[in-house]
């Protein structure tokens, strides 16, 4: 019975804070099967539910506890240019980005409890919000207050603006 | 399905574990037939990765023998083979679970006793053995040490003459053995209110203790209790004979540790009370929760729940054994055997699962810590600084830090740790927060230090080249329009007439790279930008030695505010080849740092230098091994070819360009193991400087040498020596010879003792 050091247990491998999320990128380039196969090879993460304050040194801290960071891309608004809540982090190898999968997914930073998901690569581009108004698409129809990314959501503030009444 | 069946055994059921077992081992005797070497496959795995669940395993193999003699004996038999295959390939802390499982397999009525007497016999007559490293003989004494709180009574019991004299023989051991490894792994340098033991000395005396009250443990889960009626009408089986392995040139034992402890019984007076540091229970709880984390540790919620299930819950403060054993793995030297960040979100699970009661315990932990700060070896120092932030560890009635001296640990504990407050949030943040009397402590506001921004500063020298460069650069100038801006700047030592003063001209850099730091200061994208685009100009001002140093100066001067950007501007220069680790290396230890010398930030730059460095050396080893695999793989191919193609000519051309590459490759290792080593050879000659310096100054001023900066010193030199044995086992000739020579001050030389005193 050779090879006895080598067996290993699947229940013992758990590790689904490395798991690909249910997320697919719609514009990414390429078919479902390319997107799923880069996603599990990938170092990069997207980050997201940052205040739209946070900047590149507090990201840079954070995530450097998890090994040498080799580039962190600020999303952006499309229109204004400045940060709307989320980047992209890139680690030199996949090990690290695991860890930040497993120990910092989840966990606070600017006092907000941040989210890390697999990317499949930064591409030009994808730095930018994807909203209609610039953000990101999550920031049109949030209908809570918050004042790490911007206050209410954007259609509300535009009602609020037209003096119309909430469609909930 | 068999392997889910045996690996959730155990766990929380709705039935009795007994019951479990029972239903478990009808079902494996059914599938014997079918599955036998699945079977067996799976038990030894689970032997040897889930330590903690030790006995209900022992348990389950006990109740197969007793239905299936003949499995038991092939069980047995693999057991030993597993045993073998991990000694051969240094796995040494797995085997030691394998040595436990087959000890408590006596217990179960599955290997009579005098077989496993006389295996530990075979262990303990390693520490007879001549020339040999004595870490090898540690582990064998430990593997037998170890088990005994499973098996000592049953083995006693059987044995007691043998077992008498094999413990005298472990005595005089453990007396003659030495320790001069000890200080050098220890976190705190006093030994009150803990003594921090040497591991081995520890266990012997929780074992003395363990036989002193007739070796009853009463803590052990033993499900085989329950089952003894059916386990004693069970036939034994015999271990073969087993000779430990030999010690060979490969083989790489465990390092020593020390025991970390910082609760005893009068920290929970509510509660249950803590086992006491040399009660066997102690040991066993402590054994256990490690398992656990190290078996769980990627699923921060399952580890966490499953520390907190750790059976006896009741009759131990579980809490405090689990901040325990999760501080002893942060703050082990030299490193913590898991990732620094896992502990900090595994704390946040565990407070979020016992709210009412972690807490508390937390708060009393890092309440003592910080109180304790005064000796702590100033590794450890470092690490809490990273998990103190993350748990709003300062509040501000520590005043005795303000009294004190701006060096003394306490005071620089909270200066550093705001300082990675900051880092995670903002400079503001920090001042508002910060009460008025404490400002002192606060970090700098991070902000660039440009020589040549004001109109006041028209005088120095450049200015006006930094001006011209200003608006070149910001109309995005190329590389070449630079190089004719700088070739107008005046090279201060062109008066000494050698040639080397030629290509070095620090005024160009200084002016160069204040310039474009100050124009990037921005953000880190802005300035990691501004060093690719020009990178030519970097290349070439940084040519020489020289160059590489004034290029880290200058970066230095601007930046000193913000030691992150320091950090971040540092690591791209490595890596983009402006600057070499040699340099940053003589940049540490350089006068103008002196002021910044034990500051955290400079040996996160310099921790990290050497990291790379290492990733580098074997990033180019396994380049080359990878490409004489492919090469052995043509070869094999060629073999078996079948046709007589044996014309020397074609085969050399087909091997050419791979043998190239092979050679290309060796000459390239080479040339990064020579580096490496120069690196480490720089870094212990400009300690060897600088703590000798000290020593003269404090004999001759007669002053007392154990200064909070000589503590730290000395201490970070010891890190370096810990955290990266291997690669400077590799050197030890070099440095006996050349560097930590009988010459030198005994205060540095002790070090060095401390340092081949570890796996000698």
Not at chain 2, 476 to 487: H, M, T, V, Y
Request: proline share 4%; with cysteine.
């Amino acid at each position: 019975m050779s090879g006895l050091l080598h067996t290993t247990l699947s229940g013992l491998n758990s590790d689904s804070y490395c798991e690909i999320s249910q997320y697919r990128d719609q514009h990414f380039r390429g078919s479902r099967q390319l997107q799923e196969k880069s996603l599990k090879i990938s170092s990069t993460l997207y980050v997201g539910n940052l205040s739209f304050y946070t900047t590149e040194e507090q990201i840079q801290e954070l995530f450097s506890k998890c090994g040498d960071v080799k580039r962190i891309v600020m999303g952006l608004d499309k229109i204004k240019k400045t940060p709307c809540g989320f980047c992209f982090v890139e680690y030199y190898t996949r090990a690290d980005a695991e860890h930040a999968m497993r120990f910092i997914n989840g966990t606070r930073l600017d006092d907000r409890i941040i989210r890390t998901d697999w990317d499949a690569g930064f591409k030009e581009g994808r730095q930018y919000g994807r909203g209609k108004t610039g953000g990101q698409v999550r920031d049109e129809y949030r209908t809570d207050y918050d004042v790490g990314r911007g206050g209410f959501g954007k259609i509300i503030q535009m009602q609020k603006a037209n003096h119309q009444p909430a469609i909930y | 399905r068999l392997e889910s069946l045996i690996c959730r055994v155990g766990e929380k059921s709705n039935s009795s574990l007994e019951s479990n077992l029972e239903g478990l081992a009808g079902v494996l005797e059914a599938d014997l037939p079918n599955y036998k070497s699945k079977i067996l496959r799976i038990l030894c795995t689970v032997a040897r990765l889930l330590p903690e669940k030790l006995t209900v395993y022992t348990t389950l193999v006990g109740l197969l023998n007793a239905r299936n003699y003949n499995f038991g004996g092939e069980f047995v038999e693999a057991m030993i083979r597993q045993l073998k295959e991990c000694l051969k390939v240094n796995m040494y802390n797995e085997a030691v679970h394998l040595v436990r499982f087959l000890s408590d397999l006596v217990n179960c009525h599955v290997i009579a006793a005098p077989s496993m007497v006389a295996m530990f016999e075979n262990f303990v007559s390693v520490t007879q053995e001549e020339d040999v490293p004595q870490v090898r003989c540690d582990w064998y004494m430990f593997a037998f040490l170890s088990s005994l709180p499973w098996v000592g009574k049953e083995l006693y019991e059987k044995k007691d003459a043998e077992m008498d004299r094999l413990l005298s023989q472990a005595e005089s051991y453990l007396k003659r053995r030495q320790k001069i490894h000890v200080p050098m792994l220890q976190v705190w340098t006093a030994d009150k209110p803990h003594p921090q033991e040497e591991y081995l000395d520890c266990l012997w005396s929780q074992i003395q203790k363990l036989k002193k009250d007739r070796w009853q443990e009463r803590h052990i889960l033993r499900p085989y209790l329950a089952f003894d009626s059916v386990l004693c009408e069970a036939l034994q089986h015999n271990l073969p004979p087993f000779t430990p392995p030999p010690h060979t040139e490969d083989s790489v034992y465990p390092m020593p540790r020390v025991i970390f402890r910082m609760f005893d019984y009068t920290d929970d007076p509510e509660g249950p009370v803590m086992p006491g540091s040399h009660s066997v229970e102690r040991f066993v709880i402590e054994e256990n929760l490690h398992c656990i984390i190290k078996s769980h540790w990627k699923e921060r919620k399952t580890c966490a729940a499953q520390l907190l299930s750790y059976p006896g819950n009741n009759k131990i403060p579980l809490n405090y054994h689990i901040v325990e054993v999760i501080f002893a793995e942060l703050f082990q030297l030299p490193s913590p055997p898991h990732i620094e960040v896992m502990y900090t979100t595994l704390l946040i699970e565990l407070c979020k699962l016992q709210p009412g009661s972690l807490p508390q315990v937390l708060a009393q932990a890092t309440e003592m810590l910080y109180m304790r700060l005064d000796t702590m070896n100033t590794t450890c120092v470092d690490r809490i600084n990273a998990f103190a932030k993350s748990h709003c560890f300062l509040s501000f009635d520590r005043s005795d830090c303000l009294t004190q001296d701006l060096e003394k640990p306490k005071p620089k504990f909270v200066r550093e740790v705001l300082e990675k407050c900051m880092r995670l949030s903002y400079h503001q943040r920090i001042i508002d927060i910060v009460p008025a009397s404490f400002s002192v402590l606060s970090p700098a506001n991070p902000v660039c230090i440009y020589k040549y921004g004001d109109e006041s500063n028209r005088s120095l020298p450049g200015y006006t080249v930094a001006l011209c460069l200003t608006i070149a650069i910001k109309n995005k100038a190329s590389n070449d329009e630079i190089f004719s801006i700088l070739k107008d700047v005046p090279n201060p030592n062109q008066d000494d007439d050698d040639g080397e003063g030629f290509t070095f001209n620090p005024l160009k850099i200084e002016v160069f790279v204040q310039t474009l730091l100050h124009l990037a200061a921005k953000s880190f994208s802005h300035s990691f930008s501004a060093l690719a685009k020009f990178h030519e100009v970097f290349k070439t001002l940084a040519e020489s030695d020289e160059g590489k140093l004034h290029v880290l100066r200058v970066v230095y001067e601007v930046w000193k505010n913000h030691p992150q950007m320091i950090a971040v501007l540092v690591d791209k220069m490595i890596r983009t080849q402006i600057v070499d680790c040699a340099a940053v290396a003589n940049w540490i230890f350089s006068s103008e740092l002196a002021h910044d010398f034990t500051r955290f930030y400079i040996w996160e730059i310099l921790h990290s230098t050497i990291r790379k460095m290492n990733k580098h050396v074997l990033k180019i080893h396994k380049e080359l091994e990878e490409t004489k695999a492919r090469l052995a793989r043509q070869h094999k191919r060629r073999d078996s070819d079948d046709d007589d193609d044996d014309d020397d000519r074609s085969t050399d051309r087909e091997d050419g360009p791979l043998e190239e590459q092979i050679e290309r490759l060796q000459e390239k290792v080479e040339s990064a193991q020579s580096e490496q080593k120069n690196l480490f050879l720089v870094i212990f000659q400009r300690f060897i400087m600088l703590l000798t310096e000290h020593l003269v100054r404090c004999e001759t001023g007669g002053i007392d040498v154990f200064t909070p900066w000589y503590k730290s010193c000395i201490e970070r030199l010891q890190q370096i020596f810990l955290q990266h044995h291997q690669i400077i086992q590799q050197y030890m000739v070099t440095l006996e010879n050349l560097l930590f020579t009988a010459e030198l001050d005994h205060h540095i030389l002790a070090v060095f003792q401390q340092f081949c005193a570890l796996q000698a």
